[in-house]
């Protein structure tokens, strides 16, 4: 099994910024990606930000050029800066790990983003 534990988040106003931060344990394999979904009230979850082993990166179109998404891979790590952040971008925010066509979850930050 793999523990992911998040920490981070929390209130902002517009334009403002925030980090994320995410730490993975238990029985991870060498090659794996990780990244970060957020699920905000009454809409899937969504894909925000991965990175692969080898540090590619893809991004949802509505955070590109404002998020940036890294990772440790000696502390099995992966963070997630966010600048001028949005109302819209108020959502819960989980960390995920896949390896091995397995998907695991961290049990979620909530970010508020303030007009």
């Known amino acids: 099994q793999v523990q992911l534990v998040e920490s981070g988040g929390g209130l902002v106003q517009a334009g403002g910024s925030l980090g994320l931060s995410c730490a993975a344990s238990?029985?991870?394999?060498?090659?794996?990606?990780m990244g970060w979904y957020r699920q905000a009230p009454g809409k899937p979850r969504e894909l925000v930000a991965i990175?692969?082993?080898?540090?590619?990166?893809n991004y949802a179109d509505s955070v590109k050029d404002r998020f940036t998404i890294s990772r440790d891979n000696a502390k099995n790590m992966v963070f997630l800066q966010m600048n001028n952040l949005k109302p819209e971008d108020t959502a819960v925010y989980y960390c995920?790990?896949?390896?091995?066509?397995?998907?695991?979850w961290g049990q979620g930050t909530q970010v508020t983003v303030s007009s």
């Open positions: 238990g029985s991870i394999r060498s090659i794996y990606d």
């Open positions: 995920n790990l896949r390896q091995a066509y397995t998907n695991y």
């Open positions: 990175v692969t082993i080898s540090g590619r990166t």
